[in-house]
């Protein structure tokens, strides 16, 4: 079964605008991990949060981390058209060998 | 830049025909792992190897065989394939986390597109 739950499972917005995605997790963590795919391409690492953070930054991406109600939200601020993609949370078990992956976000940006 | 390889972006077979899914990587990582991803279900780990020869299995082994002889390829084997294997299939790689310093983040190849007519 998917570990991970993301929040809503598609999204469409304006170029300029923000976009929030949010996953759930079953498990207790040890970090979590988001995701941008491409259509008909392969996944491409964003960003890592650790179980004992609670905010990430990376350019336009902000990841939040709340462990007490097992939710990370990743925000893109500032849309571009080039961000349309599916987006993924992924939490890796403890060996760090079964990383299990969300149904996914499919994220629309509107020029 | 780092790069995992996977040797065909799409891939047409026949039912019972045997097929291989070659992925190298260059960053001499020690996992590697095959996923497939169908609509709705996301993505599902087949097979994963956290060192040369050794392999374990995934969430849906069944159907199919892996081989890792030398640590920067893992290949996916298809014995007999089926129609209900058409799919994409992803091929990653991660470091060890310790003491490879790996923090579990995969690198993906850009994926194989098999259709089983």
């Known amino acids: 079964s998917q570990q991970g739950e993301e929040d809503p499972q598609a999204l469409s917005i304006q170029e300029g605008e923000n976009a929030t995605m949010n996953c759930s997790y079953k498990t207790s963590i040890n970090n979590l991990q988001w995701y941008r795919q491409n259509s008909g391409r392969g996944l491409v690492h964003l960003i890592l949060?650790?179980?004992?953070?609670r905010e990430k930054h990376s350019g336009r991406l902000r990841v939040t981390l709340d462990t007490s109600k097992k939710s990370s939200s990743l925000l893109i601020t500032a849309s571009r058209a080039a961000d349309t993609a599916s987006y993924f949370c992924?939490?890796?078990?403890?060996?760090?060998?079964?990383?299990?992956f969300g149904a996914g976000t499919r994220l629309f940006v509107k020029a | 830049d780092v790069k995992v390889t996977q040797s065909s972006r799409y891939l047409v077979k026949r039912t019972g025909e045997k097929v291989f899914l070659e992925c190298v990587q260059d960053m001499d990582h020690e996992n590697m792992f095959w996923y497939r991803q169908d609509p709705g279900l996301g993505l599902r780990l087949i097979y994963f190897s956290y060192d040369v020869k050794m392999k374990e299995k995934g969430d849906i082994p069944e159907g199919y065989s892996v081989s890792r002889e030398k640590k920067e390829r893992f290949s996916l084997i298809l014995e007999s394939a089926s129609t209900n294997q058409t799919s994409m299939y992803l091929c990653?790689?991660?470091?060890?986390?310790?003491?490879?310093?790996?923090?579990?983040?995969?690198?993906f190849g850009e994926g194989s597109r098999l259709t089983v007519l």
């Open positions: 949060i650790r179980s004992n953070e």
């Open positions: 990653a790689s991660s470091a060890r986390l310790w003491p490879g310093g790996g923090k579990g983040e995969l690198f």
């Open positions: 992924a939490t890796p078990n403890t060996g760090g060998f079964k990383t299990i």
